[in-house]
């Protein structure tokens, strides 16, 4: 299975790197070893100084697909999750702005965590799904999926232009603003509504 990633799908967390606001969805992927085995720790790596948290609202697909009109995406996925897409960040700046792929900074191991899976039918409207994320108790990150540039429907169809999306794929739909760095002995509690959806230690 794998991991497909969508970057600055809303607009206060492209303001807050200072990206410029792309004109379709940026995508990039993370192999299944970037999985963060439950209920293990994250251990930040030593190539990085600056590892961020980036909680995100995840979807699990469930049927093979490719070519996907979003009027039909809906029936491509009944679960959906939150999890978080570390990012070494000053690794990610370097290769930026030499013009490389990101993999270094976004796929290593441990960089995926992949909560709790909802059913969809337990969730009144997946483009209004407020989440969040609390580090050592303080909320960190809010959002709510009706502020995506790209709604979850959108990106299943353009995603699947690219790569077939299969059973178990996981699509990680962007983040909010409020991204951070953490450091040794953080506790990040992630939330869909008031859900707690995964918690993870530091280290
Ligand atoms: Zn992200």
């Known amino acids: 299975m794998k991991l497909i990633c969508i ?5 206060e967390h492209i303001k807050e790197l200072e990206n410029e606001k792309p004109s379709s969805p940026v995508l990039f992927l993370k192999p ?3 999985i963060l085995l439950k209920k293990q720790p994250f251990f930040i790596p ?3 100084e600056d590892v961020h948290h980036e909680v995100e609202v995840l979807v699990k697909i469930n049927r093979v697909g490719k070519h996907i009109d979003k009027k039909f995406a809906h ?3 009944n679960e959906i999750g939150l999890g978080i897409d570390f990012t070494a960040r000053d690794l990610q700046a370097q290769l930026k702005a030499k013009g490389l792929p990101w993999e270094k900074a976004k796929a ?4 995926a965590v992949v ?3 909802l059913s969809v039918d337990t969730v009144k409207n997946v483009n209004d799904i407020n989440f969040s994320l609390q580090n050592n108790n303080s909320i960190v990150q809010q959002g709510n999926t009706s502020h995506m540039l790209w709604k979850i429907d959108e990106l299943i169809e353009y995603v699947s232009k690219y ?5 178990g794929d996981i699509i990680f739909t962007g983040t909010p603003s409020g991204v951070g760095k953490v ?3 953080d506790k990040l509690k992630g939330f869909i509504e008031d859900k707690e959806m995964f918690s993870i230690t530091v280290k």
């Not at 970057?7 to 607009?11: A, E, F, M």
């Not at 790569?163 to 059973?167: D, Y």
Request: proline share 0%.
């Open 115 to 117: 909560g709790n899976w």
């Open 7 to 11: 970057g600055r799908n809303y607009t």
């Open 163 to 167: 790569f077939t999306l299969k059973i």
């Open 183 to 185: 450091v040794a002995n």
């Open 108 to 111: 290593f191991d441990g960089a």
């Open 46 to 48: 030593d190539f990085s």
């Open 32 to 34: 299944d070893t970037a």
């Open 75 to 77: 029936k491509y996925y």
